[in-house]
């Protein structure tokens, strides 16, 4: 019996909400479903919980513009996150428990390259291919540092 879905969303805090929205529209073709702004433990945002607090450890009177975005043919959510006051950007090491990385597939991996590389995009690695399953691959880092895998034939 199936009793869990696939992965609904990721969700990524971002220093810079817009900057964010039109790097993943431009480069990936993600489109803002929803934008909306809240603060925290007001308006019904990480107030539901009796221990939020605890859980989401904000400062109270926190404000937080976020957007959902998906590809136009649906699939996994990008929730982005902006939050005033923000904690200074950590860098997560590969060799630590928590999120490293994310991935995009495409069916078009060159034309995806050189697009991304015109837009100036910041890569982390040549593109190769892998030798598991002749994939090929490459790293790249959004503009606040989180890295994105993209695979594809």
Same mark, same amino acid.
């Given at each position: 019996?199936?009793?869990?879905?696939?992965?609904?969303?990721?969700?990524?805090?971002?220093?810079?909400?817009?900057?964010?929205?039109?790097?993943?529209?431009?480069?990936?073709?993600?489109?803002?479903?929803? &934008?909306?702004?809240?603060?925290? #433990? $007001?308006?019904?945002?990480?107030?539901?919980? !009796?221990?939020?607090?605890?859980?989401? +450890?904000?400062?109270?009177?926190?404000?937080?513009?976020?957007?959902?975005?998906?590809?136009?043919?649906?699939?996994?959510?990008?929730?982005?996150?902006?939050?005033?006051?923000?904690?200074?950007?950590?860098?997560?090491?590969?060799?630590?428990?928590?999120?490293?990385?994310?991935?995009?597939?495409? &069916?078009?991996?060159?034309?995806? #390259? $050189?697009?991304?590389?015109?837009?100036?995009? !910041?890569?982390?690695?040549?593109?190769? +291919?892998?030798?598991?399953?002749?994939?090929?691959?490459?790293?790249?880092?959004?503009?606040?540092?989180?890295?994105?895998?993209?695979?594809?034939?």
């Amino acid at each position: 019996m199936k009793d869990v879905g696939g992965i609904v969303h990721v969700a990524l805090t971002v220093s810079d909400l817009n900057r964010s929205v039109t790097f993943y529209r431009e480069n990936f073709g993600l489109e803002k479903t929803v &934008e909306l702004c809240f603060t925290a #433990y $007001e308006d019904g945002f990480f107030a539901e919980a !009796e221990d939020s607090r605890e859980l989401y +450890k904000v400062a109270p009177g926190t404000t937080c513009p976020l957007a959902l975005l998906q590809q136009p043919e649906g699939g996994l959510i990008l929730e982005l996150f902006q939050f005033t006051p923000q904690q200074p950007q950590e860098t997560v090491p590969w060799d630590r428990p928590g999120i490293t990385h994310f991935a995009f597939e495409t &069916e078009h991996f060159a034309a995806l #390259y $050189e697009r991304l590389r015109a837009n100036g995009v !910041e890569f982390c690695m040549r593109p190769g +291919k892998r030798v598991a399953d002749g994939l090929n691959w490459v790293f790249l880092r959004d503009p606040d540092g989180n890295m994105i895998e993209v695979l594809g034939p």
